[in-house]
Nanobody, 123 residues
């Protein structure tokens, strides 16, 4: 079993940057595909980014391509989401999630979820 916890959210001005972190527990953390999702007020949760267990494969939602970068440090059981050129429409609660397969993350059905961290982009 894997537990994950997000950190790094906050208030940032449009055009600014934030880096979210997701700390995982469990000896098998490095074997899980990891993803980031977000949910804005009044909207459904949506996929943001995914990274394979090895870090070789990555994929992004069209809305964040070229602005967000997902990465992982398996030695420290941590996954990151670097967010640049932030826009007001990026405002949401961001969730980290773990899954046994890459496809499961993209399909929006990871087995393990964090509690979320709020990101607000506003001037």
């Amino acid at each position: 079993q894997v537990q994950v916890a997000e950190s790094g959210g906050g208030l940032v001005q449009p055009g600014g940057s934030l880096r979210l972190s997701c700390a995982g527990s469990g000896r098998t953390f490095s074997r899980y595909a990891m993803g980031w999702f977000r949910q804005a007020p009044g909207k459904e949760r949506e996929f943001v980014a995914v990274i394979s267990w090895s870090g070789v494969f990555r994929n992004y939602a069209d809305s964040v391509k070229g602005r967000f970068t997902i990465s992982r440090d398996n030695a420290n059981n941590t996954v990151y989401l670097q967010m640049n050129s932030l826009k007001p429409e990026d405002t949401a609660v961001y969730y980290c999630a773990a899954a046994q397969t890459y496809g499961t993350v993209i399909g929006g059905e990871p087995e393990y979820w964090g509690q979320g961290t709020q990101v607000t982009v506003s001037s």
